[in-house]
């Protein structure tokens, strides 16, 4: 079976510092894989996606990027945080269906 | 544009009475929607999607390509429906969401 794995689960990071989130998933090959911050009253944002390695999509310009180094990795990354990147940040993968989550990184920029 | 858009932030009803959470859409070829809810301290999850023309846990959802909505219903709501909502539209490669819906089953 199909599964996915987002980590930390928390992260408290000062202003300036940098980032990197890393997801997995395990069971399938050749996702569509998916980050996401979700805040209250506004959603699920979506701010990056891949259909293959090294193919990186982005759908909101900020301080942010992706890689996918591999099929089944994906790196959210920033070279210096700013303190409204806080936020719930969701990994997700897919392959012709429905959407299927990470357990989140609750990110806390101070 | 791709666009989901879910006009109701919060949705309280009493138990046993019929709900429905609104979604409406905006795509230029065939979407592919979805309705996901996330229950208190757990992952999203999926609940149902258009081309299944399912029922679960009671709620069934109807795309109307006329109107570009796809609202979820359901006749007679329990406490334990008490969630977020989440509408979402699945293009070729993106996959969007609505701002969410929370819905609060009163005793």
């Known amino acids: 079976s199909q599964t996915i794995h987002q980590w930390p689960a928390t992260l408290v990071q000062p202003v300036g510092s940098p980032l990197s989130l890393e997801c997995t998933v395990e069971?399938?090959?050749?996702?569509?894989l998916y980050w996401y911050r979700q805040a209250a009253g506004r959603g699920l944002q979506l701010l990056f996606y891949?259909?293959?390695?090294?193919?990186i999509s982005s759908e909101v310009p900020q301080n942010l990027s992706a890689s996918r180094p591999q099929d089944r990795q994906f790196i959210l990354s920033s070279k210096k945080l700013l303190l409204s990147d806080s936020g719930f940040y969701l990994c997700?993968?897919?392959?012709?269906?429905?959407?299927?989550f990470g357990n989140g990184t609750r990110l806390t920029v101070t | 544009a791709q666009r989901v858009t879910q006009p109701e932030k919060l949705l309280s009803v009493f138990k046993g009475a019929p709900v429905e959470l609104k979604c409406n859409y905006s795509?230029?070829?065939?979407?592919?929607l979805f309705w996901y809810v996330q229950y208190s301290r757990q992952r999203l999850q999926l609940l149902l999607r258009?081309?299944s023309r399912e029922s679960i846990k009671g709620f069934t959802a109807d795309l109307n390509k006329g109107e570009t909505s796809f609202h979820l219903k359901k006749p007679f709501a329990q406490e334990e429906d008490s969630a977020m909502y989440y509408c979402?539209?699945?293009?070729?490669?993106?996959?969007?969401f609505g701002t969410g819906t929370r819905l609060k089953v009163l005793a």
């Open positions: 997700a993968w897919r392959y012709r269906g429905p959407l299927h």
């Open positions: 069971g399938t090959s050749n996702p569509n």
């Open positions: 891949s259909v293959g390695i090294g193919q």
């Open positions: 795509y230029s070829g065939s979407p592919e």
């Open positions: 258009h081309i």
């Open positions: 979402a539209l699945s293009g070729t490669y993106k996959y969007i």
